[in-house]
Nanobody
Framework: QVQLVESGGGLVQAGGSLRLTCVFSGRDFSDYVMSWFRQAPGKEREFVGSVDWSGDKTRYTDSVKGRFTISRDNARDTVYLQMTNLRPEDTAVYYC????????????????WGQGTQVTVSS
């Protein structure tokens, strides 16, 4: 059974940076693609970005392009979300998610989810 544990959330001022970490366990990490989603209060869960098995290919939602970077370390079974130039509208609970093949934006196609980590950006 795959387990995902996020960490790194917190309170930051607008323009600041945070790095989220998601540790994967239970299977061979390199067999899974990894994605980040977020959910703000009263809103639907939103795709943030994803990374393929090797880390060579990434994709992002338009609102975070140029500000957020996803990377992975297959030796540490870990995926990262580096967030820079944060804005108040980035405030949300951030989740990592995974499945063996799909790394698009449809959340229902993901098999495993972490518990989430809160990111709050103050203006």
């Amino acid at each position: 059974q795959v387990q995902l544990v996020e960490s790194g959330g917190g309170l930051v001022q607008a323009g600041g940076s945070l790095r989220l970490t998601c540790v994967f366990s239970g299977r061979d990490f390199s067999d899974y693609v990894m994605s980040w989603f977020r959910q703000a209060p009263g809103k639907e869960r939103e795709f943030v970005g994803s990374v393929d098995w090797s880390g060579d290919k990434t994709r992002y939602t338009d609102s975070v392009k140029g500000r957020f970077t996803i990377s992975r370390d297959n030796a540490r079974d870990t995926v990262y979300l580096q967030m820079t130039n944060l804005r108040p509208e980035d405030t949300a609970v951030y989740y990592c998610a995974t499945n063996p093949y799909y790394y698009g934006s449809e959340s229902q196609r993901y098999d495993y989810w972490g518990q989430g980590t809160q990111v709050t950006v103050s203006s």
